[in-house]
Nanobody
Framework: QLQLVESGGGLVQPGGSLRLSCTAS????????IGWFRQAPGKEREGVLC????????TYADSVKGRFTISRDNAKNTVYLQMNSLKPEDTAVYYC??????????????????WGQGTQVTVSS
């Protein structure tokens, strides 16, 4: 069983914050790279941030620099996405995905394997 479940999405006003969680079931995240991705209405899925098995970070989206951070808690089998200073353009379904043998973060969305089902983030006044 390879399952990822996202949680923590919701409706937030511009400038607000949310913390998303990605929790694994059926496997442990210790040796995986975990990426956060998002898909806005009518747009293609884009990478946001990724954390590799050693804790290294890769930023896919320049638009989130200085606002979003990714972290992992292996004891809880969970990866987090802390989102601050949210903007309406951050509105999207947010997904997490895993890459086995995750000594580095893949360069493309297509290079990830298991995916969660997503959690909706809506930034609106």
């Amino acid at each position: 069983q390879l399952q990822l479940v996202e949680s923590g999405g919701g409706l937030v006003q511009p400038g607000g914050s949310l913390r998303l969680s990605c929790t694994a079931s059926g496997f442990t995240l210790d040796y995986y790279a975990i990426g956060w991705f998002r898909q806005a209405p009518g747009k293609e899925r884009e990478g946001v941030l990724c954390i590799n098995s050693g804790g290294g970070i890769k930023t896919y989206a320049d638009s989130v620099k200085g606002r979003f951070t990714i972290s992992r808690d292996n004891a809880k089998n969970t990866v987090y996405l802390q989102m601050n200073s949210l903007k309406p353009e951050d509105t999207a379904v947010y997904y997490c995905a895993a890459r086995n043998l995750g000594i580095w973060c893949p360069g493309r969305v297509a290079d990830f394997g298991s995916w969660g089902q997503g959690t909706q983030v809506t930034v609106s006044s």
